[in-house]
């Protein structure tokens, strides 16, 4: 039986929409791949990978703040 990651399906559904030269999207075009990743951000955010980028973000974040300062 073969399984398949949902997270992965986006991810790789993504990476081949974003290939793809921004003159040759539509507007709805755009909106669904904007759908796609907020549904892989979903899926992605309570793993543990997930929590890894969180706080990577969170670190990137506090450096940008405490340089502008």
Do not use: C, Y
Not at 6 to 22: C, E, G, P, S, Y
Not at 50 to 63: M, P, R, V
Request: hydrophobic content about 55%.
């Amino acid at each position: 039986m073969l399984t398949i990651n949902v997270a992965v399906l986006l991810a790789v559904i993504v990476f081949f929409r974003l290939r793809r030269r921004t003159e040759a999207r539509s507007r709805n075009d755009e909106k669904l791949t904007v759908v796609i990743v907020l549904a892989l951000g979903v899926l992605i955010a309570p793993t543990p990978a997930g929590q890894g980028i969180l706080n990577f973000l969170e670190q990137l974040a506090s450096g940008v703040t405490q340089a502008s300062r």
